[in-house]
Structure formats: structure tokens, C-alpha cells
């Protein structure tokens, strides 16, 4: 048996080796354990000013509707704080920078006695993290009414930020952009998507136990309790069933079955840093036509022909190889 601290600390200590050198932000939830893992795992980094922790909270029990209204008013808000620089020649991003470094606010609670308090959990309040968090004004990445923490921040504005109260709003202009800055890029939106995505496919890699936000606890049977089953698994799936697929460089006179011909005339590229789109002639003649391996290996159709079929059962195949014996995998589907 091990405790939890240390298969965090794991984790991270190969998160750490797979990274190469140089600056990293990690942006992590509120999880109890990881405060006191991240210190003493990128203790080096931090000394180097190579390293920053961002740790964010937001309201997962939103419903859609609740989501979109929310999304509404955050879009009026900009495009009526845009017009302020509308004799100026500001790009979206940086637009959107300079609205939340206007509107973000101390994030606060409200204690058992009504009067204001932090926001963060238990896990923040050492006297070695500041004890300032903000309430994003951004309503993006399906995110919202996120509030973001500093934990770890480089030393020119951690001496800062250290001397201020958790209901007080930062009034230096330099500390004030720094947080704008990390506060609008704080997210685990890309990780977010990928492992709901991976957990709709792959029924192994569900939470066994696990409290779901909207169904509520639930028991996957067959799930991996053992770490290194579903590190196996998580190998399969990425080599043969993952969603990626290389856009090699296909020649003029190649008209394998594996490409298609490029219809003549223009296409839209937008101009980096703006919404700006501009049509130029297209080059290409031939392109490859996008399979995923899946696609390759014959488990599901191309697109534009019939409707995809969903992907084997690896919990059947792993659990159950009798009732597949003998079979090729990709030949087998589950209703």
C-alpha cells in the first residue's frame, strides 16, 4: 500500500522528466495533495525562476442554459468595453487582456457568520502562497465564474502579491497586467476535453467509484484499479485507435486510392492576431484523404459514406477473449 502523496508526487516527478528545459506553468485544480507535492518536486525550477503554479475553481454544475446566458452577458460586457478603444488598433487577444485587467476582482466567500472570506480551500491557506485570488471576468472555454489563485509566481511579483489581503485588488499597473495575463490563461479546458472524450470511448479508463457532476456516484464495473492495466490499454488505444493522423506531402501524379483531387480555385486564411480573412489560390492538387487509423483498419467508415460505427468494446476483449477468440478485433462491434 502507498499513500496518495506519493502517487501524486509520481506524476509529477514524470511530468518533470518528459518536459524539456525551460519555463513551465502548471495549472492544476484545488486537490488537496498537490500543495504538497509541487514545491518539493520543482523546487529547482522555482529557484531558477523557471516554474509558475496557476490554480483555478469554477462552477461545474452549470447547466447549458446557465452557461450560455452567463457566455451572453460576458460578450456584451467586451463589446461595450471594446468601444473605449475603438479609435485604437487593438487586436482581439489584446482586447481581451486589457478587459480583464479592468474588471477582475478579489474572489471571496461568505463564511458561517456572513462576513466575507477567502475563496480558496484549506489546501492554500499556508503562509508560503499568497492569499489573493481573482475572479475572472472571462466567461471562455466553457469555464465560468472561474477564479483563479497564484500559488507559485515569479519572485519579481510573489513579493508583491504576498503582501496582499485576500479581499484587496492589486493597484500596481505592472502587477495588475502580470495577473491579467495569467488569469486569462489559466485553463484546463485541452486536458479537460481530451479525457472526457477518451472516457466516452474507452469504458476501462472511466472513474470506478467515481462522483460524477450530473448522475451523481456510480460503479463501473470492470474498471482499472491497477495503474499499469490501463497504461497498457491507454498504448493500444493511442496506436490504434487514436485521432490523429500524419498530412504527409502527396505529389501531383499520385492518384492512389488513398487521395483525392483538390477542386480548383481560392481559399480563407485568416491573418494571425486578428479576425481578418484573406483568400489566396490554392497550390495543392492532390491531398491525402484524413483517416484515422481507425478509418484505415476498416473499424469505422469514412465520413460522407455511412455513419460511423462505434469502436470494440475493449472491456469485452480484455475481460471476456472467448467470446472474440480467434477473431481479429476491428471485425467485432458491440452495439
Known sequence: ????????????????EMLPEGRMTLVSEQEALIAQTVPHIFRDHILA??????????????????VQHRVGVFRSNLMQFRQSYAS??????????????????????????????????????????????????????????????????????????????????PTDPELRAALARRVLRATIQPTSTFFNALRTRLALAGRAG????????????????????????????????????????????NESDNTEAVSPGTTAKR?????????????????SIKETPAMRLGLQDRSGTKSPRKAPDLHRVLYKPWILYGTPIWTRFEG
Open 49 to 66: 525562476d523557471r516554474f509558475e503554479w496557476l490554480a483555478i475553481a469554477f462552477d461545474k454544475e452549470a447547466t447549458k442554459p446557465k
Open 271 to 287: 491573418v494571425p492576431g486578428s479576425s481578418d480573412r484573406i483568400s489566396i489560390p490554392k497550390q495543392r492538387k492532390r491531398v
Open 1 to 16: 500500500m502507498t499513500r496518495d502523496a506519493y502517487t501524486k508526487a509520481a506524476h509529477l516527478a514524470l511530468l518533470k
Open 88 to 169: 485604437q488598433d487593438v487586436s482581439d487577444w489584446e482586447m481581451l487582456e486589457l478587459f480583464v485587467e479592468h474588471s477582475m476582482t478579489p474572489a471571496t466567500s461568505s463564511t458561517r457568520s456572513g462576513a466575507p472570506g477567502p475563496a480558496h480551500g484549506a489546501t492554500f491557506e499556508s503562509w508560503a502562497f499568497p492569499q489573493l485570488w481573482i475572479s475572472s471576468p472571462a466567461e471562455i472555454a466553457g469555464e465560468t465564474q472561474k477564479i483563479v489563485g497564484f500559488p507559485i509566481l515569479s519572485p519579481r511579483y510573489r513579493s508583491q502579491l504576498r503582501l496582499l489581503p485576500f479581499d484587496a485588488s
Open 210 to 253: 467515481g462522483r460524477s457532476t450530473r448522475n451523481g456516484p456510480s460503479f463501473v464495473s470492470g474498471a482499472a484499479y491497477n495503474p499499469r492495466v490501463l497504461i497498457a490499454v491507454l498504448n493500444i488505444y493511442r496506436i490504434y485507435y487514436n485521432w490523429f493522423d500524419a498530412r504527409s506531402y502527396v505529389s501531383e501524379l
